[in-house]
């Protein structure tokens, strides 16, 4: 079997680094993150406060946002141990990478603060680890070669890592006896006066530091790999690395061992790879993690970080991979963006309030703490910037550059999850000064929010689109100040609906009365003017052409206006049944449902950016992950509760052995996308993204939580309203809620024809577990109708 | 010998692909450049209109400047041709990446307007030749693949191109029949609106087109490799390519081919590789280049075109190595930059006024109009912008976005080549309206230009440095307005010493007299503040700190100070030996004279970026190749000939094994700079830069010309003023000018105390021939003291 998983759900595992090239896992703390890929290669950033590498692509690399489909090459970033037999003069490499040898055995291991490798090739073992601190831009790796060939080896073990091209203003690397590694040197390139004040701190070196003194060593790539190359580097086939120093050259980082094995005998090195600022700072990573219990320690603190992830919920279901996913690895991605605010400085707001609409979840306190920093960035107008800005002197990069109309939806739909979840309505008080100096309560500010989004609209009462809006940001649909978004005008109807529930519960009846009958307005606008016969329109341009229709070729059918037109009660149940039949028809895929079909192949020059992606991949087409967890959501709305798990399994890799090779990804976070196209492009429908930055991971959670799972806060209490997949007899639940434990049972029975609930024995009178008492254990039993 | 030249001086051969791995030609049009080296790894760029690539990376690369010392990995974009032995399976790559395989006969040989190689191995000779199409961005390739080997052949040929990571927005590549080659697609990515005006015609991609259908094709990188890699690729190894499609997918063009070869016998193959925008382009390429004549039309006329470069100087003298790469490869570097503009559409100020006064011997007339287009973009303070826009929408990118001080003095110093050149004094009544809309002749903008230069002074008399002038741009010295740079105070008096000669000549002697009391004012000042015992500083920061003095550990003392002290005149005989001599222990090295020393090995925070460069590189205490062309230009200025020849000698590269290798070039383009810090970094001391944009070429094109063969223009002819190096016995010049051609021989004749000269048999009075004819033959006998 090509992937494995421990039975505790602790790990997965991979069998094979050819079948699956670019499967990976990922370590983050809030100062780094770290990509790790089962061949070796690696794709790592640092904070300062901007992302920034420490080790590099052989050139000059842009500066980017995280790629999706992050492309791999020989001379890529990586960590590799090359193994030479000192006998016959062999070599391999681990983990697989550069050599490529075929190995005896291969395992690559991907657990929650670590990844692990091992290796087996000419009769040698090759252990792997890596992880982080916890608090710091450190890895910490240990590398354990063993001999269980039966008979005495003479081994040479040379732990690599390309350092690469650091600087074309000055990079150098030089061995340090007396900091114990290897220390390479560069300065970020300035030009300006005022870019050497930001830049004058920087961690502009880059470390290898060992625990055991190598007999010999390299520090400049091309003396490393001479003639050879990297797959059979000359260095490793000579007797003796050159000790040499890279003056200007691209810094590598090699060491050399030679040890002795008796059969069954085991040698473990110790290793250290960081950015630092200067001499100082080196001799401090090494004192702190090298000498002595420092990277044992060092473990221990960073396993302890990342279970302080663990969330809320614990599953026990006939699906053995679900289980995994959920207890395990998706409140660790809900909690790497919530804690690590996925490493930049600017997350998009619509982002940043998702993240942390997950982190509701994992730790409510710092997801109060975000809506309120959101809020404080607010504008006069109401409304919302399209970043947030976390860091002094951080600015607003990339796609935040270009103006996106809905970031104001999203306050009151993850605001709401957090009172759900908390029942804290105080924070609706706290008072929050913005740039301008003006002082509001957060409710106040997500009135004037709401405000805003009612204003921004057309004669028909439909909302501007401007430059575009989530998640398919289209920039030339409404630019000149009249297209409008089909989406927008929905999920603004689905916001102002939340809020007016949240006003009528804060007394506030008439502000209640204001935004629900901006509700039936824009409600009734969407169905006058965007209905197309069978499902909405994505929207109408500039010109007034209506597109997301009927009669046009490509981008036919979106699928978020459908999703927010059920959550914002647009359509009614005709309407309903005839865009569901469409989505079915058109847009879902083995993989989840896709975001529009058929998808674009060249531009449409009235609709703009998004038709220029590559056909099934991003926004494109693709089974945008974030949009079909929208879907799933809304589909749960409905009570179509057996087609919303078709979907969201569908999003799920795994776990069958075909499904991981074509997705290429193991099942320890979910991408923002699958490839889609899944029509025109079946050779490559289904390929993962390999990028786990995405709003994806809160909302499936909340899903499996609040809709499959049916373990939704009110303020009342807990409600239980449970969606189970018809094909499950049973299953069970730990639910942690407002300091309580929920240990529920679910089960079918025959003969019952609604859900009944016992708690601790008891039943339960309506739906709602109230006067929950902190610290307490909950027993709750739910019988089920039979599907 | 590992590099050979050709007899005739057309063509340089390097024998060994591993002696000298960077080793490199170049090739170039209008729209387009190419830098190919020796083992097959590529850097091309073409014009649309900033510099785009149509090879690419293999991942998302920076757009950045042309960078020195380019960096190569192994998939690095190149062109090659895998060969596989179809009996015994055995591959190998011409020219050399990327198997690597030793070959038992290699040949690199670059000429004037093709780059060719020769590869022998397994007992197969492949033969590759590229060249350009004269005015269109098309690289035209052939292939010949013969048997010496003495026995019949059954041979795979597998040309391969690399295109890398074109997009991360789209990107694809196919087997087209209809077309007759691999077709690339991407969309460069584009966010703004505004972006995609500018970038909707791009040439976004990129084809292989072929005159012969191959058996086989792949288009996707990773489907060719396979496990094997590059220097193994699956796509090789097995019997026929995949024939597959690249879908967001890295692409490659490869294609495969199966000859059967009787001994001796030979199949040819002709290629076109280029960036297009349609079908329809695509389609026009094949038309016009690949059916019938085209190939062969198109290397008739790229050769005329590089044929037009060939400048006004052929040499014969004891030193054959100079003779080549004066007569041949120097000029057609200057016609590159003057033709070509370095590919950039925001040249530099001083590149661009520079590379033009290079064009004075090569096409005065292209050299005018730059001129004039220069001058049309002066300030209405008199003062130069930092870079001069070529192209509808350009914009000052890189060092051109801060603000530098001394582009004014370029305008006499090049103007007055043009003049001394073409006797054209009507240039200086050219009218030329400004951006403002103010017109004024090149005289007064050139006077208003020398006043801007006479106000930028402080109260000493010296003139601010801000954030930087020329060559060594230290950003901090003067950046609150204070600073002085002791360079630009020399070089503004010898440019106001200059002019004040041509405002003589064009009768306005009142100018003269105020331009040259600028000089005398401003020698004073530098004598006065700036002299430091030995030699003069380089300039005083904002704190009144002077540097580039003696008591400084590291920048102790710069060149260009000294070189322009002496060709304004500022020092005294005592003072300027002092300074020569302090050149010659501190700065003089084989390679040329370093910019300073030592080098600077860390930030000097009131100094500035220079400092931030690895020591010995770029300017940082590299040979700067510019920098020290001024040094040679003021020795013979002093009369120190036989100094100026020495370090003139050492900035040549070659001619011998032990010299090529350690500069790693071939001596086809004088490079920016060499490795400098000969004391500290003497392993890498020398080293070739490998960039040929650089304003040395037109320096050294003049200093030969008119300093060392003495065949310099005046008002009224030729003037004839040989510094000839003593080792010289004789020598034999070909001086075109004016319209005339004049056959110079030089000798030295024991008893000769003083240069005499003969025109056609009669002794000339004076030094400068006058009444020159356009279209007439002057034979000039020069005899010369011994030396």
Redesign the interface.
Known sequence: MLVRATDDGERFVLTDP?AMPRAAGFLWNRQMMMQVNCRGFAVARFMQPEPARYTH????????FM???Q?Y????PGRFCYVKDEESGEIFSAPHEPV?AKPDRFEFSVGASDIRWTVECLGVRVEMEVGLAADAAVELWRIRVSNPSGRSRRLGVYPYVPIG?MS?????ARYRPDLGGVVASS?TP????ED?SRQ?GFKDRTCLLHDREPVAFETSREAFEG?????APDGVRQALLGCGEA????PAAVLQYRIALAPGQAEEFRFLLAPERDDAGIAGLRERYLDGAGFARARDQYAAYIARGRGVLRIETPDRHLDRFANRWLPRQVYYHGDANRLTTDPQTRNYLQDHMGMCYIAPEAAREAFLRALSQQEPSGAMPDGILLAEGAELK??N??PHTDHCVWLPVCLRAYLDETGEHGILDARIQDGAGETLTVFERICRAMRWLLAARDARGLSYIG?GDWCD?M??VG?RGKGVSGWLSVAAAHALGLWGDVCERHGRDDLAAEFRAGVADLNSAVNAHLWDGEWYARGITDDGVAFGVANDAEGRIYLNPQSWAILAGTADARRRTLMIAAVERQLETPYGAMMLAPAYTG?REDV??LT???P???ENGSVYNHAAAFYVHALYAAGESARAWRVLRGMLCGPDDADYRQRGQLPVFIPNYY?GAWRE?P??AGRSSQLFNTGTAAWMYRILIEDLFGLKGAPEGLRVTPQLPPEWPQARAERLFRGARFDVRYARRTGATAIEVRVDGEPLDGDCIGGIRPGRDYRVDVRLPPA
Chains 1, 2 share one sequence.
Do not use: D
């Not at 090459?73 to 890529?76: E, I, R, S």
């Not at 074309?168 to 150098?172: D, H, L, T």
């Not at 003639?227 to 797959?231: F, I």
């Not at 003056?247 to 691209?250: A, D, I, N, Y």
């Open positions: 050819t692509a052989p050139n000059l690399e842009a500066a980017t790629q999706p489909e492309p090459y020989a001379h890529h490529r091209y074309w203003m000055n990079q150098s300065v300035y030009q300006k006066v050497w004058r003639e050879g190359g990297l797959h003056l200007h050259e691209t990339y796609i550059q270009i430059q940001p920039n030339m630019h531009m703009g950016r220029q992606k590559f099934g991949t991003a490839r492009h050779r490559t």
